[in-house]
T-cell receptor, first 114, second 114 residues
Framework: QQQVKQSPQSLIVQKGGISIINCAYENTAFDYFPWYQQFPGKGPALLIAIRPDVSEKKEGRFTISFNKSAKQFSLHIMDSQPGDSATYFCAARGAAGTASKLTFGTGTRLQVTL | KAGVTQTPRYLIKTRGQQVTLSCSPISGHRSVSWYQQTPGQGLQFLFEYFSETQRNKGNFPGRFSGRQFSNSRSEMNVSTLELGDSALYLC?????????????FGPGTRLTVL
């Protein structure tokens, strides 16, 4: 059972454009939602994360929007750059007892073209 | 601080063999989690160790096992290898297992089963 659904699978954006990746979750016990960025040959690296008590969090060009009632969250990358070309994973983490377990989406391969 | 290190980086085994992968967490980190990454299934949680105790376990068969040593280093063992075990195995460490604690991933061990 896939508990975190991610779309699109791949995305091509022009330099300077906005990249948007969406995720939806099912388990209401999830209480922490990080986004990871992975470059080829590297492990995933935390990009930005949000708790469901806020609807938006911004760090530089990266913004998470969170809709608790819809059980959806999204990553917006403003002014996308070629260096942003990577695979992005949304994830969710549960409450006490499963706090360490990250449930990942299937990933979005982003390509930023010149 | 040095990041999470994993050894070996690449490994080729044949069906039926067993393999041991090693992970050294960031200094001071006590929680180590293991994930399997494949193109078809994405990133899936295997298990988490904290202070030498397994605290969480994913939905993998008993052929997958692990342990953690007193210095927080962790090993993962896969017995009776199957072709489907070919994957990138990622280790992640965090300071504790608080829900917002960032998990830092290593570069992974690429296992190929022939």
């Amino acid at each position: 059972q896939q508990q975190v659904k991610q779309s699109p699978q791949s995305l091509i954006v022009q330099k300077g454009g906005i990249s948007i990746i969406n995720c939806a979750y099912e388990n209401t016990a999830f209480d922490y939602f990080p986004w990871y960025q992975q470059f080829p040959g590297k492990g995933p690296a935390l990009l930005i994360a949000i708790r469901p008590d806020v609807s938006e969090k911004k760090e530089g060009r990266f913004t998470i929007s969170f809709n608790k009632s819809a059980k959806q969250f999204s990553l917006h990358i403003m002014d996308s750059q070629p260096g942003d070309s990577a695979t992005y994973f949304c994830a969710a983490r549960g409450a006490a007892g499963t706090a360490s377990k990250l449930t990942f989406g299937t990933g979005t391969r982003l390509q930023v073209t010149l | 601080k040095a990041g999470v290190t994993q050894t070996p980086r690449y490994l080729i085994k044949t069906r039926g063999q067993q393999v041991t992968l090693s992970c050294s967490p960031i200094s001071g980190h006590r929680s180590v989690s293991w994930y399997q990454q494949t193109p078809g299934q994405g990133l899936q949680f295997l298990f988490e160790y904290f202070s030498e105790t397994q605290r969480n376990k994913g939905n993998f068969p008993g052929r997958f096992s692990g342990r953690q040593f007193s210095n927080s280093r962790s090993e993962m063992n896969v017995s009776t290898l199957e072709l489907g075990d070919s994957a990138l195995y990622l280790c992640a460490s965090s300071g504790s297992s608080g829900i917002t604690d960032t998990q830092y991933f290593g570069p992974g061990t690429r296992l190929t089963v022939l």
